[in-house]
């Protein structure tokens, strides 16, 4: 549409350093009224506005959890994106070492294995209770001897391996 075209112009503008962000506000509000229109725009148009941190306050409000996650991966709105519903969105978060106090504790597996890839709080991950996460602490070489005895063979030799390539490097 001409409106949609007009705004991917002042974004243009924007990133060209012709335009400041406050000329930018202004006009996405004045001109296109976007504040009304944010929380129902596509995920790729609101995606584009992230950039400007034009109503940061409503984009994290979107229904598609890939504002959201973009919100996330440029460490946007962590507080309250640490706490989302959508659990990529958190996964997102971790992976590029936002909010891991909060995460660490996430109900989600997969968030908390994104947490101890990056060798965070392994003094408390290496007791949890999926097994996939006390492998993920076991490959990374942490308190590698703590594994000797676990129940599963796979965390096991993960240990082993990680103590042989901490002896051979």
Do not use: P, W
């Not at 335009?19 to 004045?30: A, G, I, S």
């Not at 706490?83 to 997969?110: C, F, M, N």
Request: include cysteine; hydrophobic fraction near 40%; aromatic fraction near 8%.
């Amino acid at each position: 549409t001409i409106r949609r075209r007009c705004v991917t112009v002042v974004l243009d503008e924007f990133e060209q350093g012709r335009l400041t962000k406050e000329e930018c506000y202004f006009v996405f509000d004045t001109q296109f009224h976007l504040s009304d229109k944010i929380l129902s725009m596509s995920a790729l148009d609101a995606i584009a506005l992230i950039q400007t941190n034009y109503r940061l306050d409503l984009l994290v409000q979107h229904s598609s959890y890939e504002v959201r996650s973009e919100l996330a991966r440029r460490g946007k709105c962590v507080d309250i994106l640490k706490s989302d519903s959508d659990i990529e969105v958190r996964r997102t978060l971790a992976q590029y070492g936002y909010g891991l106090d909060t995460l660490v504790h996430d109900e989600s597996t997969s968030v908390r294995q994104t947490v101890a890839s990056h060798h965070y709080r392994l003094d408390l991950l290496v007791n949890d209770i999926s097994a996939i996460i006390r492998r993920t602490v076991a490959s990374s070489g942490y308190a590698s001897n703590l594994f000797e005895h676990d129940e599963l063979s796979v965390i096991r030799k993960a240990a082993k391996k990680s103590q042989i390539k901490r002896l051979v490097f």
